[in-house]
């Protein structure tokens, strides 16, 4: 296990000494016995660790501090929507916040809080009570796992060491709720609560805590534990002006269900003071202001939520603040004196009143999602990068890596916009290729937009073996190169695409190529007539393709239950000779499902097929089957023609999981069968090509799969493939 089986008993005591509310876990033996029933085959005769629930049966606790009451945090978040009376002690909860900093645990969603409901002069003030510490002191080792962590989903999964390499990251998961409840803290608050813990949390108290393990599990591990606690005590203001800074650069603001003011005054340059005001029968009444600064924001959202709102921006000054004002519900007044950097978001359909200057945008949408206050949209920008590995006869050895970067903005459907960048060196040739695409959801209304481009280096080199369903293989004679062609390629294509909400798209998708082919000396494609005079000189095409796909399974990287359906037909001409045209139709089908009811064995199938209409191809632009994705025991572009079918099945066999790991990782077998062939114009061939094989695979958390495997066919050598993916 990567956490401690332990440590959570030690959280009570810190807490404790800090004035925390806190769950307090009793470990306790459990026999086999009649009372647990059907579960008692799988449990008793163990230790176990046995924590209280935080419900309104426990209010009378000590530890819980006693409140009126206690709720979820769903519960609670409704209170605050609903009236102003009801706010959240906010010291309370970054001294909540900034102990979760110092035991490491990075699992504090929503479920994992309870909320202590106290009542002063007619208000109710929610205190935390954290719950659920299993995650905190935890290890993650090897060089593996470095890798994985690096993926978005498992990035603040944080390692506990005797400093916080990257609190922005560690507090990934809370981020959300720290924004919704921090309506008024301010660095300062941070430094204080962190200064609270620094001196009442002492060196002693920490050795003093640990004591309550069991003793057989005070060993070397506890003390180095105990040593890392004190050194990320010692550092915890920084850690805590670091995360204020993080918590400053995006601020989300929401009022009630009731009528609400926002006042924002420009009062300097570069300096907002904002004003939260409740209007009542008998006045506004100022609930509280917060000064923003250029300096630490660059977003600023406000909600105004239900009922007649409204909301003012005035004052000569300017901001670089990007403000975004969503009206929700009811008649909204705006009234913007300075409109810069202002944006109105409100429904299309409903009836609000506007007094804006002609700085201001706005952006009236019946879009449900953009006007709805949701309190987990806020979301970090996200960089990401893995080493990419594999290989196959045709590229040799392929390194390479994969870069992603993620924009997540106010608009998200499910991000912003992404880039993606990839770059691979195939040692069998010396050839590079490099890809880049970027997605713009959101741009235009429902669709998408899209960016791809493709280069390859003079050395990047396809297979060429000739037309026809039975052309020769003279790899033994001649060797591998004789069939590379070097060919530099530059594409680039730009779509619109609609996505279905079952996982349907349709895309438009106009494409620019230019190829360039090298008369390579000594190869089958310096054979006179082989191939087209003029593919030795740069050929330029355009063309449009129109592609419906649907693609849906339960987990892309190792699906048990899934269907794939694509269908494209594509129109490509030579821009040099516009005579030189040909359409394209090419469709795939596929089948993934589980013959057990676990899942452990699955089935998976995919047919392909393509047809050219016409010969005005060049030979790089044919139907080829051959390599790793159809006819696996073949090279390649093996087989090159009008018209291509294909069918490739596999059987894998899940057989168990590598234990002692952060992530679950799953390995197994797979054993499989592909047969296919091509039909051109003038040939008279009944041929069908055949080959099997099988192979092992390695799953890490249903992300990732690596996978090697041999395939051989009747007629050839047979081929060893290496690989990992997102998908299998």
Same mark, same amino acid.
């Given at each position: ?9 030690? +959280? ?5 000494? @800090? ?18 029933? =059907?579960? $008692? ?18 209010? /009378? ?28 002690? %906010? ?15 990075? /699992? ?7 909320? &202590? ?7 109710? @003030? ?14 993650? *080792? ?34 959300p709720l720290d924004l919704a409840f921090l309506k008024t803290a301010e660095e300062k608050d941070w430094i204080a609560q962190a200064k609270f813990i620094q001196e009442n949390l002492s060196d002693s108290d920490i050795d003093n805590a640990f ?11 506890? /003390? %180095? ?37 926002? +006042? ?24 509280? #202001? ?18 007649? *709102? ?12 990007? @403000? ?8 909204? +007044? ?22 804006? /200057? ?26 990401? &990068? ?11 050895v392929k390194l390479g890596f994969n870069v992603n970067y993620t924009v997540n903005n106010f608009k998200q459907n499910p991000y912003t916009q992404k880039h993606v960048l990839n770059g691979f060196y195939y040692f069998a040739t010396g050839g590079? %290729? ?21 280069? #390859?280096?003079? $050395? ?9 369903? %039975? ?53 089958? @494609? ?16 355009? &063309? ?17 239950? &899934? ?22 139709? =090419? ?50 572009? !093996? ?12 059987? !894998? ?76």
């Amino acid at each position: 296990t990567t956490s401690h089986p332990y440590t959570s008993f030690a +959280v009570g005591n810190l807490s404790d000494k @800090i004035g925390l509310s806190h769950t307090n876990p009793v470990l306790y033996y459990i026999p086999r016995q009649n009372g647990l029933k =059907e579960f $008692n085959a799988s449990f008793g005769d163990g230790l176990y660790m046995v924590e209280e629930r935080p419900a309104d049966n426990h209010i /009378d606790a000590k530890n819980f501090g006693n409140p009126s009451d206690i709720i979820s945090t769903g519960d609670m978040m409704a209170n605050l929507h609903k009236d102003e009376k009801y706010s959240v002690d %906010e010291k309370e909860y970054i001294k909540a916040r900034l102990f979760d900093m110092l035991i490491g645990d990075w /699992d504090r969603h929503s479920d994992q809080w309870r909320w &202590g409901e106290h009542k002063k002069d007619g208000k109710i @003030i929610y205190k935390p009570i954290p719950r659920d510490r299993d995650q905190a002191f935890v290890k993650y *080792d090897g060089t593996l796992l470095s890798l994985l962590m690096n993926i978005p989903a498992l990035r603040h999964m944080r390692t506990f060491k005797s400093s916080i390499d990257n609190v922005k990251w560690l507090n990934r998961e809370p981020y959300p709720l720290d924004l919704a409840f921090l309506k008024t803290a301010e660095e300062k608050d941070w430094i204080a609560q962190a200064k609270f813990i620094q001196e009442n949390l002492s060196d002693s108290d920490i050795d003093n805590a640990f004591k309550s393990l069991p003793k057989e599990v005070q060993d070397e591990t506890i /003390d %180095e534990i105990k040593q890392k606690l004190k050194s990320r005590k010692k550092e915890l203001q920084k850690y805590a002006i670091r995360y204020s800074d993080v918590l400053s650069k995006t601020i989300m603001i929401a009022g009630t269900d009731k009528k609400d003011k926002f +006042v924002l005054n420009h009062i300097a340059k570069n300096k907002i003071e904002l004003q939260v005001i409740r209007m009542k029968k008998d006045g506004d009444e100022l609930q509280y #202001t917060k000064m923003i600064s250029d300096a630490k924001t660059k977003n600023l959202w406000i909600y105004g939520l239900d009922d007649n *709102d409204v909301f003012e921006v005035k004052g000569d000054h300017k901001s670089n603040v990007k @403000i975004r004002l969503i009206g929700g519900q009811n008649n909204d +007044v705006y009234n913007i004196e300075n409109g810069r950097k202002v944006i109105v978001y409100d429904f299309k359909s409903k009836e609000n009143t506007y007094n804006l /200057d002609s700085k201001t945008q706005t952006q009236l949408t019946d879009d449900y999602d953009v006007n709805l206050y949701n309190y987990e949209k806020p979301k970090y920008n996200v960089v990401s &990068g893995l080493p990419n590995i594999g290989y196959n006869p045709d590229d040799g050895v392929k390194l390479g890596f994969n870069v992603n970067y993620t924009v997540n903005n106010f608009k998200q459907n499910p991000y912003t916009q992404k880039h993606v960048l990839n770059g691979f060196y195939y040692f069998a040739t010396g050839g590079l %290729e490099f890809n880049y695409a970027a997605h713009f959801p959101g741009l235009l209304g429902k669709w998408v937009i899209d960016v791809e481009s493709q280069y #390859t280096t003079p $050395n990047f080199a396809m297979n060429y073996f000739g037309y026809g369903n %039975e052309s020769q293989n003279n790899d033994e004679e001649f060797g591998m190169d004789y069939n590379r062609v070097r060919i530099r390629k530059f594409n680039v294509s730009g779509a619109i695409r609609h996505v279905g909400r079952y996982g349907s798209e349709f895309s438009v998708q106009p494409i620019f190529q230019k190829m360039t082919v090298e008369e390579t000396e000594n190869r089958y @494609i310096d054979i006179p007539n082989i191939v087209n005079p003029m593919v030795f000189d740069s050929q330029t095409f355009g &063309g449009l393709k129109v592609k419906y796909q649907f693609k849906n399974s339960d987990f892309a990287a190792k699906p048990t239950l &899934g269907m794939a359906f694509m269908i494209a037909a594509t129109w490509t001409t030579n821009l040099s000779d516009t005579k030189q045209n040909f359409p394209t139709l =090419e469709s795939i089908l596929g089948f993934t499902h589980k013959i057990d009811h676990n899942g452990k064995l699955v089935l998976a199938t995919y047919l392909k097929g393509k047809a050219i209409l016409n010969n005005n191809y060049e030979f790089y632009q044919g139907a080829a089957l051959g390599g790793d994705t159809d006819l696996r025991g073949y090279r390649n572009d !093996r087989f090159l023609g009008n018209s291509y079918f294909s069918q490739s099945s596999d059987l !894998r066999l899940s057989l168990g999981k590598i234990e002692r790991t952060v992530a679950p990782l799953t390995y197994g077998i797979l054993g499989g069968f592909d047969y296919g062939r091509i039909w051109l114009d003038g040939e008279n061939s009944r041929k069908w090509h055949q080959d099997y094989g099988g192979g092992l695979w390695l799953n890490a958390i249903n992300v990732l799969t690596a996978r090697i495997s041999y395939f051989k066919s009747p007629d050839e050598v047979g081929r060893v493939i290496f690989g990992a993916a997102y998908s299998f």
